[in-house]
């Protein structure tokens, strides 16, 4: 799916190959809703040990500030800390909130 900006879904959420991806609440829908995943990338639905990505759906905010800390903690090994960040889409059929958590390495000032 693509939108006003021409990029994929799954190029905006930054997916890359060989990423594994935890997902939470994800529609029967998901594969249309992201697009095409690149080679080699991986969907878990237990949280794992070595995760690269968390992609949650939620039809209401009650629980996620719990679930949201216990994801961060998962993707953020020793030496990184958590980069939030949030996309906001109308495009339809539904809106769509991206709130995407990476572990980014900590450098050295």
């Known amino acids: 799916m693509t939108g006003y900006s021409g990029k ?3 190029q905006k959420l930054g997916i890359k190959p ?7 609440g994800a529609p029967a829908a998901y594969a249309d809703i992201v697009g095409k995943l690149p080679a080699d990338v991986t969907i878990v639905t237990r949280l794992a040990s070595s995760i690269d990505m968390v992609h949650l759906f939620a039809t209401e905010g009650a629980g996620l500030e719990g679930k949201l800390r216990g994801f961060r903690d998962a993707i953020t090994p020793d030496g990184y800390e958590a980069r939030i960040d949030l996309t ?3 495009e339809g059929p539904t809106a769509h909130a991206f709130v995407i958590i990476s572990a980014v390495a900590i450098t050295a000032l």
């Not at 060989?18 to 939470?24: A, K, L, N, P, Q």
């Open 18 to 24: 060989g990423f594994c991806i935890f997902t939470s």
């Open 8 to 10: 994929p879904v799954v």
């Open 88 to 90: 906001i889409t109308d």
